[in-house]
């Protein structure tokens, strides 16, 4: 059961994210809408939210599609496009996409493109993903268990070992305490 509960700890932050979706542009106008890029750029898989308003005296259109576009700044890979799909929220039009993937962490260009039968437009930014986790201390939170475990068993041992000892030691003492005894068989009368 401990063994199970531990590989279960173990998995779930491997799962989530740690810290919140962070701002890279805010509030700024692409053709005739008005966006914010959040995004939160995991190692592996990253995830980018859109939010989208009108400009001043516009409407959106209701064909508004929205892509994001990543490539490292070295230019060691080609950019790659990612679809974004809209997210049915209340009060605003966002679109999500949680699967652009980094291998790498160093700082990669972002290309927003927004496309419409009313027209479109597109704005650039850059982004550095960042390890899952902890980064450097994951492999000491994750040996955390494993040392205590070893320190339990140490423990455990030198506890075995001083008992064995006190026990050894009465033993001896009651035997010599027996052999000194008036009367006993071994005092030589």
């Known amino acids: 059961m401990v063994v199970a ?11 989530a994210h740690i810290g919140p979706p962070f701002p890279i542009l805010e509030h700024k106008q692409v053709g005739r809408f008005i966006i914010s890029l959040w995004t939160h750029p995991d190692l592996g898989t990253g995830t980018f939210f859109v939010i989208v308003d009108p400009a001043p005296g516009t409407t959106l259109p209701n064909d508004l599609k929205a892509r994001v576009a990543v490539q490292p700044e070295t230019g060691r890979l080609p950019e790659r496009s990612y679809d974004m799909w809209r997210d049915p929220v209340r009060d605003q039009v966002q679109f999500d996409n949680n699967v652009v993937e980094f ?74 305490a027996t052999l000194a005894a008036p009367g006993s068989p071994r005092q030589g009368n």
Do not use: N
Not at 5 to 15: G, K, R
Not at 114 to 141: M, N
């Open 103 to 176: 291998d790498q962490q160093e700082y990669w260009r972002v290309r927003l493109i927004l496309e419409s039968s009313a027209g479109g437009g597109e704005i650039l930014s850059r982004v550095e993903p960042t390890p899952t986790g902890l980064g450097k201390w994951d492999l000491a939170l994750y040996t955390l268990p494993f040392a205590f475990i070893a320190y339990m068993w140490h423990r455990g041992i030198s506890r075995r070992k001083k008992q064995m000892r006190k026990r050894a030691e009465a033993r001896k003492a009651a035997e010599v």
């Open 5 to 15: 509960f531990l590989s279960l700890a173990v998995t779930i932050p491997l799962q």
